[in-house]
């Protein structure tokens, strides 16, 4: 245990020699400053910024660290950290200074999506850690608003060798409303069409998206011809993952708790067991505001209701309840 003032979280973050120390020292700092504007203050970006500029050129740190350190805490994370959770001011706290480490170092993450790109394709380490730098670089430079943005994540994405380059540049465009998304979930999906694993990061990749309109999203693939309740990895794919998505799960008009409910109803004919593993997320509503609470408590209390339901969803809905 360890109480650090105000000025000592960012000297650690930018000149630990302990990899581990300093990787804290930097969460910590995003965390405190994130959670601060959170709860109404204003965002005060320029230390983190300056603690990750040391970051990022430090010539002996490994990649790996590199883009571990860097790295945003998450939103469910960042939501851990409240007494009550506001999905809303979480998610607007984060995109705000996500896009101001973008736009303060635009010139230093075009430089390291470029470089790390030079490795090609290896299992050595130094080539993974090359390409997971990459990806936290190339997420800060869309997030920075950069008018080209867009296209060099369609770029990575139409030239990547290898799934992680691929899938990770598909996982930043989704979140926007580009031409360049549609473009890249239209190629994903055929260039994969028949392999199931795939398919099923297809449908994950959309519903952890960070849209506006992930919700209507996700009830649109609910439909879509290669999606099927009876398949359990299918299911967890689109409704599980959109369930683990803080901010649009939790959407302030409660259709996302709708439809994961008529999602447990329907499954629970098929599938008890993967329907019951839906339950928990609504049973979270004591760590929402009141007007979210009340309408996960009548989701759940409308799942009680449903008649011949399982034991296994039964149980668990009655026990979120309470």
């Known amino acids: 245990e360890a109480e650090w003032t105000a000025d000592d979280l960012p000297f650690l973050a930018a ?3 302990d990899p581990f ?3 804290e020292a930097m969460q910590q700092l995003m965390i405190n400053g994130l959670l601060s504007h959170i709860a109404g203050g204003p965002l005060e970006s320029d230390v983190i910024i300056e603690s990750m500029r040391r970051t990022i050129a430090g010539p002996a740190l490994d990649r790996s660290f590199v883009a571990e350190a860097v790295r945003l805490p998450s939103e469910a994370y960042l939501g851990d950290q409240m007494q ?3 999905p809303d001011a979480i998610h607007a706290a984060r995109d705000a200074l996500q896009g101001e480490i973008g736009r303060q170092l635009e010139s230093e993450w075009r430089v390291i999506h470029a470089e ?3 490795n090609g394709f290896s299992l050595s380490s130094d080539a993974r850690a090359a390409r997971k730098l990459r990806t936290v670089a190339l997420n800060y430079l869309v997030a920075s ?3 080209d943005g867009a296209a060099i994540a369609f770029d990575q994405f139409h030239r990547a060798d290898n799934m992680t380059e691929r899938q990770a540049a598909l996982s930043i465009l989704v979140s926007g409303a580009t031409a360049e998304r549609e473009k890249a979930l239209t190629a994903f999906y ?3 069409a028949g392999n199931a694993l795939v398919t099923d990061k297809w449908f994950q990749t959309q519903a952890l998206a960070l849209h506006p309109e992930t919700v209507e999203i996700v009830e649109a693939l609910g439909k879509h011809a290669d999606f099927t309740l ?5 299911a967890r794919s689109l409704f599980g993952a959109f369930a683990a998505n803080q901010w649009a799960f939790n959407r302030a008009d409660g259709k996302g708790y709708r439809m994961i409910a008529d999602t447990i109803i329907a499954l629970d004919k098929l599938n008890p067991q993967t329907a019951a593993r839906l339950v928990p997320p609504l049973g979270r509503w004591r760590r929402f505001d009141e007007a979210r609470g009340a309408l996960m408590r009548a989701e759940l209390e409308r799942i009680v209701a449903t008649p011949n339901l399982s034991k296994d969803v039964l149980e668990q809905a009655t026990k979120s309840l309470g």
Not at 230 to 234: A, G, Q, T
Request: charged share 40%; aromatic share 8%.
């Open 116 to 118: 790390c790109a030079r």
């Open 145 to 147: 608003g950069a008018s």
């Open 190 to 192: 055929e260039r994969y």
């Open 21 to 23: 120390s300093r990787y």
């Open 230 to 234: 009876s398949n359990p990895n299918r």
């Open 15 to 17: 000149r630990d020699d």
């Open 84 to 86: 009550i959770v506001d």
